[in-house]
Structure formats: structure tokens, C-alpha cells
């Protein structure tokens, strides 16, 4: 039902097709810093990406696809500097994550936040979302790319750091990926704009 996850550190493209190469180089970058670390992920999901947009885009409900948020309140209107208060489930190392909305492009389907304090360690935190619509199985599908870059913990290597982050970030991919194919599956129109 799902294809593959490919992992890049520090944006060598392993693993990456030449059309993911050219969004990544386009859209994912980031001021990484000596102690730092930083990745790119993607997804293929088998939902048209204007179903995939409409979960990603909503800073304010990170829950509709995020399985480890409880609750998420943002103060004031969901507008570019937006600030969210999110909740986490028990399990992880931490309890609470503020967070800021960096940019939302509903054109181009790019979203960027920043995570500007938490009961956690993940210090200078920033990542960027973009979705793109491309054909799976001759069908209407989505790609996802997030990238990272925070810093790396006293007491820990690069390595465990992205290997951590990744591990969420495949997690909430998967989840977004289940929920958007099941509601892709209920809703059979197809996308106003032809691929």
C-alpha cells in the first residue's frame, strides 16, 4: 500500500530520484551549524496531494495525522508567525512543544515551523514540509518531503540525533500516509487540475 521511506544525512541524496534531488535542492534548505545535524525524508502516498495539503497545512490540528499529539491549541488567527502549544503523548521524552508557523505557501504546498520551546531537547529546531503530486499506479498520488536541521544534545553524536528525529518523522509520514490513502479511498473525485 505504501512505497518506500529514503533517508538523506546532511543532503548527500542517497537514495534520492533526480526529480526528489531537484525538490530538495529547490525547497529544503537550511543554515546547518557545526553542531547540528540535519535530513531529508520522503513518502509516496497513494491520495491525490490536494487531500495530502489539506492535513499538512493545518499548523493548527498537527493531531488529524500526528500520532503523538494529544492536543494542540494556537493563539490567535492561523496566519505566518503563528504560535502553536502542543501536547505529546506519554512514551516520548517530553510533554509539551511550542511551536511556530515560519511559512505556509498554498501555491507551491511548502510548510516551515520552528520549534521555539518545549520540555524536550530538540534546540533550534526548524523543518520544512513540501508535497508534490505526481502518479502511483497510473493513479493521482502525492510526494512528501520533510527536512530537518536541530542541534545536536550534549551527550549525544549526530548520528543518534537524526536517527531519533527520523524515527518521528517516519512515524507522523506513515500516519499521514494511512489517513490520507483512507480518506482518498472514501472520497473517489478526482483532483480539479489534471496531473
Known sequence: MVTNDYISINGNGNGFSKMEEEFIRRHHKHDVKENQCTSSLVKHIKAPVHLVWSLVRRFDQPQK???????CVVQGDLQIGSVREVNVKSGLP???????????????????????????????????????????????????IESFVVDVPDGNTKDETCYFVEALIKCNLKSLA?????????DRTEPIERL
Open 178 to 186: 494511512d489517513v490520507s490513502e483512507r480518506l482518498a479511498i472514501q
Open 65 to 71: 495525522y500526528k500520532p503523538f499529539v494529544s492536543r
Open 94 to 144: 517530553a510533554t509539551t512543544s511550542t511551536e511556530r508557523l515560519e511559512y505556509l505557501d498554498d501555491n507551491e504546498h511548502i510548510l516551515s515551523m520552528t520549534i521555539v520551546g518545549g520540555d524536550h531537547r530538540l534546540k533550534n529546531y526548524s523543518s520544512i514540509v513540501t508535497v508534490h503530486p505526481e502518479v502511483i499506479d497510473g493513479r493521482p498520488g502525492t510526494l512528501v
